[in-house]
């Protein structure tokens, strides 16, 4: 009888912590949605190099997916980050940044991993691929940050196989 009531209690652990993500999700999905639109701004990237931020979301697909345009246009028009990305729901419900830039080898699928509230009160969500503990892989997450004034953050934080996982780079971003 007690392993039977462990098991339903197992299933109803499983269950809301599927309802909060979901909302979780929501959360984010409302987030991004209500910052839909144009931003730039200055930043300096993992290596120190000054660049123009540029980042743009939009619907696309009947308002299914959001597209994600950003770059990193260094001083001298060198490119150190070009990026189109999608972000919607997967097959399963998930929601899944799709990267596709210039420094990924392949489009690769980020999963909705959790919202922060920041040191400024603004709202990051977070997306995630890899594990971050696991030293031996490539593991990233990318935050898309709304801040209060409705100004926008793209950050990276990522780790190489044997590296150390941290963030890395991203700008704060003004609406055009």
């Keep these: 009888m007690e392993s039977k009531v462990g098991f339903q209690r197992e299933i109803l652990l499983y269950e809301n912590e599927k309802g909060a993500k979901m909302n979780d999700q929501k959360a984010a999905w409302a987030l991004l949605t209500e910052s839909i639109g144009?931003?730039?701004?200055?930043?300096?990237n993992h290596e120190k190099q000054n660049h123009t931020g540029i980042f743009k979301l939009e619907f696309a697909f009947e308002n299914k997916v959001l597209l994600l345009t950003s770059s990193a246009i260094g001083t001298?028009?060198?490119v150190f980050h070009q990026e189109h990305s999608w972000i919607g729901n997967d097959i399963a419900g998930v929601l899944t940044l799709y990267v596709n830039s210039n420094n990924h080898p392949g489009v690769t699928p980020h999963l909705f991993n959790r919202i922060e509230e920041g040191s400024e009160g603004q709202k990051i969500v977070v997306f995630r691929f890899g594990d971050i503990d696991n030293r031996s892989s490539f593991r990233e997450e990318i935050s898309v940050s709304v801040f209060k004034d409705k100004s926008v953050g793209h950050f990276y934080s990522w780790g190489m196989p044997t590296g150390d996982f941290q963030e890395r780079s991203g700008t704060r971003m003004e609406r055009l």
């Excluded at 144009?38 to 300096?44: D, F, L, T």
């Design 38 to 44: 144009s931003y730039k701004s200055q930043g300096i």
């Design 76 to 78: 001298g028009g060198e």
